[in-house]
């Protein structure tokens, strides 16, 4: 019966060693088990989230705005451009009438072109040339045109430069 006894300890220091030993080697199964279960968890759940959805309706409302707002913008009327142009008008010689003269320019009639100050400045030998200002929308009035006008005008006016140009 000792030897029953001894048997069944030595069984059971077995069973209890087997079982601490599988206790131990079954804490890296778990380690596994929880990992993969994390892993399933981080696939399921995207961080830079694409809900199909939702980005549909986004586009959706954008499209929308930006319809909206190009048909808002093609209403509304851009802006006019102008340009100052400083002309210099020589006259043949000092026996001008340089009065004359401008008044002739000034009859010049454009859409889109409005006259502005004028002077007198010294040229050469008692000459006076005309300075005068213009503003003209670029879309009606071309300066080349205008200056083929001013031109016309032979008896009084020699030629005609362009002493500024600048955009408004």
């Not at 079982?19 to 778990?30: G, H, L, T, Y």
Request: aromatic residues 6%.
């Amino acid at each position: 019966m000792n030897e029953h006894k001894n048997l069944c300890m030595l069984i059971e220091e077995n069973t209890s060693a087997t079982a601490a030993a599988k206790s131990r080697c079954s804490a890296p199964d778990k380690i596994e088990e929880q990992k993969e279960d994390t892993v399933v968890k981080d696939d399921e759940f995207d961080l830079f989230g694409s809900d199909e959805e939702e980005d549909l309706d986004v586009a959706r409302v954008r499209e929308e705005r930006l319809r909206a707002y190009a048909e808002k913008k093609s209403k509304k009327p851009g802006p006019i451009a102008k340009s100052s142009v400083m002309l210099d008008v020589k006259p043949w010689d000092d026996e001008t009438d340089m009065k004359a003269m401008e008044e002739l320019i000034r009859s010049i009639k454009m859409d889109g072109l409005l006259w502005g100050a004028s002077k007198l400045s010294p040229l050469a030998f008692g000459i006076n040339k005309l300075s005068i200002l213009c503003t003209v929308e670029d879309e009606k009035v071309s300066v080349d045109d205008l200056v083929e006008k001013i031109c016309e005008f032979e008896e009084f006016v020699q030629s005609v430069d362009i002493g500024a140009f600048n955009k408004i």
